[in-house]
Nanobody, 124 residues
Framework: QVQLVESGGGLVQAGDSLRLSCVAS????????MGWFRQAPGKEREFVAT????????NYADSVKGRFMISRDNAKNTVYLQMNSLKPEDSGVYYC?????????????????WGQGTQVTVSS
């Protein structure tokens, strides 16, 4: 069983930056792809970014390309999401997720473990 715990969310103004962190339990973190998703009120959960097990391959949603960066430190069992130039439409609950078998998928159904989420609110 894997547990994921996100942190780093908060209330910021448009144009500000935030860095989210997600710490995973277990000693096999480094063999799994990780992803970040977000969900705004009344909307479906959407893909934000994903990273391969060694960090060599990353993918981003078009809406965050050039502004967000996903990274990981396998020695710390942690995946990060650096969010720059934040916009009000980036607001929502951000979830990290772990995929045991699928690599770098943008589809939430391919992820096996999820964190509890961290709230990000961007005011205009």
């Amino acid at each position: 069983q894997v547990q994921l715990v996100e942190s780093g969310g908060g209330l910021v103004q448009a144009g500000d930056s935030l860095r989210l962190s997600c710490v995973a339990s277990g000693r096999t973190f480094g063999i799994y792809s990780m992803g970040w998703f977000r969900q705004a009120p009344g909307k479906e959960r959407e893909f934000v970014a994903t990273i391969s097990r060694n960090g060599g391959i990353t993918n981003y949603a078009d809406s965050v390309k050039g502004r967000f960066m996903i990274s990981r430190d396998n020695a710390k069992n942690t995946v990060y999401l650096q969010m720059n130039s934040l916009k009000p439409e980036d607001s929502g609950v951000y979830y990290c997720a772990l995929a045991r078998t699928v690599v770098n998928s943008p589809n939430s159904v391919d992820y096996d473990y999820w964190g509890q989420g961290t709230q990000v609110t961007v005011s205009s």
